[in-house]
């Protein structure tokens, strides 16, 4: 119903007093010109008639209030209502048309708000869009360069000034992971994003260089780069090139300031002995060929002394042949030892040997020969140049095919020594290894139609490899066999983990970059801001107390408000008690799957490394903390950071809620579960419901850790113990 | 008066040409196998001059070179360095140390013998 209007009221009395003025005084002026008898006729004829009179003044004013009505509904609330519209409009970004009414003008301009609205709109449309595309080539060129960092062979860093890591490519995590002195343990990293590359390096090591760094900034240097080489917990030589990380300038006069540093490492480990040893073999050849040589020169000159007696020239010739053996035994020494060291070296390449068999297969296929299964220890790697290689096994192929007209050929790879394998070239045939054979090794080889100026000796030299023709009479085989040199095992350790690893452009967070080491106390901190470690354990049962061990720990971090896909803990543990029967069907764990684990007392120390600096969250904290706390005495290892209970928040944030189990609130948060009931997937389960939590929390005035801490020790959950 | 040569060096097969060649030249030879035992002998008898070895057991001649300098009694020992560090570093080491000339291995016998003569006839 439409409300009284005063204002109509207020009209229509108006116009009455109006009216009821002007007939009072217009009534007294005719009156007063009257003459008695016409102002008794007045009265007789009007009199009686007076409620008509006043009737129709009452009429006309109920006319006079519609009219009102109307015109302040048309001219005056239509225009307030569309102020009102208007002016929600413009406080939000409600997209709606407003329906025009009241006067033309009115309707006018509303047509004119709404034309307004509009464009606001598309201008809202065009701009969003903009930004989306904007972002998403800033995205596009982040993971970018994050997939070609992991493709650098080269092991490289960024940090922010406070050290903090905001990227790192593949390589560096595994050449870090090899050195860690900590047991490899749930694939414990040193470097994560946003752990302090001060675990790694001395800090002094790191400021200085970029005290030097700075120095030559300031000086205008183009480059300015610094290096040290330290060495590593597990004795490894690192040299480390640091370069500085330098702010974009919007002024191009000003001097660019460093905001970080990249650091890119190489193990010099191997370098280092070699370049050693080079250096004693040439020292032990001149200094130590020296003194011989000096002895023989001595001995041959007093020789030609007449006063020498027999007994003297005896004992010269004596030392002649000594210091002759001497010589000739440092030489053969040197040959034989350095032999690998000193070779000029042909850039050889770490190759799996599987890979190198399946691209010579295609290669000699490619000739239209039928090349068998081949018989290949896959484990090998092998140190190849594996072009020339496989040009060499081409070569030789087509020379067996066009001279013998062997069709069909084999290749086997098999290891040798501990620095060799076999890499094999077979065929049935009746040839004999004769120099025709042999004689291939040195002619320039033929490849299809194609003459190359390589010969095969060449491609073995290059190896510093062999070659040689064999006969197995038994399966009436032939073969050559090349020897070639295996790649040593710390590399094939990197390659195998490298492959495993898919390259995935993810260990990155420039968001770091802004952010500066915290003078607060964790507990003031922002729960947006902090580092978390969120975990969960199976054990063997509820009770610790009791005897109750844990089986298996996940962990997972969030760093920036990020869950870190690829910094995860996942290690089972040999609980040295039988697990229950009942229990298995819960986590899955067979007894013989933890047989040959680590004990938690190893561990223990590499979750307690996973988790430093960060607080820990768990779902129903109250009772893994117990398990880790139980574990105190005995390992030494104290979890002393600030624990948050998922459990304890969800009831913060739902209090009506009945269930509280991991499982609910996933549901609640619409989160999908994969392989709940192993301590990792659970972990992961728990970091995506904290995740959403910390945006809930905020809007219920819980910001802080403290807050958040306190909220949770209020809710009913908290008086629950283990 | 017969001068008296000191030679110290750890490899028998110098010595016996060494000693020769000194003893040839009329000169009273002392013998020593290492640095310290160098170094004792000196201490027992002061020699006219010393033939040094440097990379000597126990201690170098640059051990030798540089605790006989220190000793007011032995500034002006004439010594002879032979040796086959033939870096630049360790020829101005030596000589930093107090030797009073080196000789590089191998080296000509007459040449030493001419060098020992020179030094003591210096010194005389």
Known sequence: MKKFDPRVALGVAIIGVICLVWLLVTGGLIWSTLAESERSAIVNAVGPRLFLLIGMWAISLVAVGAALRWLVGYFMTAPARLYEEAQVLLGTNVKRQLVPSGSLENRQLTNLINQLVQQRESLHEEMDSRVQEASRNTELEKSRLAALMSELTK???????????????????????????????????????????????????????????????????????????????????????????????????????????????????????????????????????????????????????????????????????????????????????????????????????????????????????????????????????????????????????????????????????????????????????????????????????????????????????????????????????????????????????????????EYYDFDLFQSTEQSRSLEDCNLTELAYTVFDTETTGLNPAQGDEIIQMGAMRIVNGKLLQNEGFDQLVDPKR????????????????????????????????????????????????????????????????????????????????????????????????????????????????????????????????????????????????? | MSHTVLIADDEPNILISLEFLMKREGFRVLVAHNGQEALDQIANETPSLILLDVMMPKKTGFDVCQELRAQEAYQNIPILILTAKGRDTDIAKGMALGANDYMLKPFSTKELVQKVRDMLGSVA
């Open chain 1, 155 to 505: 092991s490289v860093v960024v940090c922010n000034l406070d050290g903090r890591i905001l990227l790192y490519n593949n390589r560096a995590r595994m050449q870090f992971r090899t050195f860690s002195s900590t047991p490899t343990v749930g694939g414990v990293e040193m470097i994560g994003l946003g752990r302090s590359i001060y675990a790694v390096f001395e800090r002094t090591l790191v400021a200085h260089a970029l005290e030097n760094i700075q120095r030559r900034l300031q000086r205008g240097a183009a480059t300015p780069s610094a290096q040290f080489v330290t060495t590593t917990p597990s004795g490894q030589l690192l040299r480390v090139q640091v370069a500085p990380v330098r702010a974009i300038l919007e002024n191009t006069t000003d001097k660019p300031e460093m905001t970080g540093f990249v650091l890119m490492l190489d193990n010099i480990t191997r370098d280092f002995e070699v370049e050693s040893y080079k250096d004693r073999a040439l020292s032990t050849l001149t200094e130590g060929s020296r003194a011989a040589l000096g002895n023989m020169q001595a001995a041959l000159e007093v020789l030609e002394y007449p006063e020498v007696d027999d007994a003297m020239h005896k004992r010269l010739l004596d030392v002649l042949r000594d210091e002759t053996q001497v010589l000739a035994k440092r030489i053969t020494d040197l040959k034989t030892s350095s032999a690998e060291n000193f070779m000029s070296r042909w850039p050889l390449e770490d190759m799996l040997g599987a890979d190198l068999i399946a691209a010579t297969t295609k290669r000699i296929e490619s000739l239209g020969l039928v090349v068998e299964e081949p018989e290949i220890d896959k484990s090998l790697w092998l140190k190849v140049e594996s072009f020339s290689l496989m040009q060499a096994f081409q070569g030789l192929a087509q020379r067996l095919h066009s001279v013998f007209g062997v069709q069909s050929m084999r290749l086997r790879l098999q290891g040798a020594n501990t620095n060799h394998v076999h890499l094999d070239l077979m065929w049935h045939g009746e040839a004999k290894c004769t120099e025709q054979l042999v004689g291939w090794e040195v002619e320039p080889l033929k490849i299809g139609n194609e003459s190359t100026s390589l010969t095969v000796q060449d491609v073995i030299e290059r190896h510093s490899g062999a070659l040689w023709c064999e006969r197995d009479n038994d399966k009436g085989l032939v073969f050559f066999r090349f020897v070639l040199p295996l790649a040593s095992p710390q590399e094939q350790l990197d390659n195998a983990a490298l492959l495993k690893t898919e390259s995935r452009p």
């Open chain 1, 578 to 722: 039988k697990i229950p029967p009942e229990s298995i069907p819960i986590h899955g764990i067979q007894p013989e799957m933890v047989k040959g684990q680590p004990t938690i007392d190893k561990v223990l120390p590499a979750f307690h490394a996973f988790a430093k600096d960060t607080v820990l969250v768990a779902h129903n904290a109250a009772f893994d903390m117990r398990f880790l706390q139980l574990k105190e005495q005995s390992t030494g290892i104290v979890f002393e950071q600030p624990v948050l209970d998922t459990l304890l928040l969800s009831a913060v944030l739902h209090p009506n809620q009945a269930s509280h189990r991991l499982e609910a609130i996933a549901e609640r948060f619409n989160i999908t579960i994969l392989g709940r009931h192993t301590a990792m997937g659970d972990a992961m389960v728990t970091a995506e419901v904290f995740l959403r939590m910390i945006p809930l929390l905020a809007e219920q005035g819980i910001y802080t850790l403290r807050q958040a801490r306190e909220a949770a020790q209020k809710t009913y959950y908290a008086r629950l113990k283990y």
